[in-house]
């Protein structure tokens, strides 16, 4: 009963890598358009672009790290 638990718990913590996977197709998907939108800010653009990928794949990373906790820790 415990193991079924702990498999349910790190399923649970691994769908946040999924919305993780669609924010960062999100970040990347309006750095286009605002390039093409007004490409003498592309390099400002990318760099910000940059640091909100970072951030978006920092909580998928806290993510994994939770669900590979339930797994074999608890």
Same mark, same amino acid.
């Given at each position: 009963?415990?193991?079924?638990?702990? +498999? /349910?718990?790190?399923? @649970?913590?691994?769908?946040? #890598? &999924?919305?993780?996977?669609? =924010?960062?197709?999100?970040?990347?998907?309006? +750095? /286009?358009?605002?390039? @093409?939108?007004?490409?003498? #800010? &592309?390099?400002?653009?990318? =760099?910000?672009?940059?640091?909100?990928?970072? +951030?978006?794949?920092?909580? @998928?990373?806290?993510?994994?790290?939770?669900?590979?906790?339930?797994?074999?820790?608890?």
């Amino acid at each position: 009963m415990l193991e079924g638990a702990k +498999l /349910i718990g790190a399923r @649970a913590a691994t769908i946040a #890598l &999924a919305g993780a996977a669609v =924010g960062i197709g999100n970040v990347f998907s309006s +750095l /286009i358009h605002s390039m @093409a939108r007004n490409p003498s #800010l &592309a390099k400002q653009l990318f =760099g910000y672009s940059i640091l909100v990928f970072a +951030l978006t794949e920092a909580i @998928a990373l806290f993510a994994l790290m939770m669900a590979f906790l339930i797994l074999f820790i608890f």
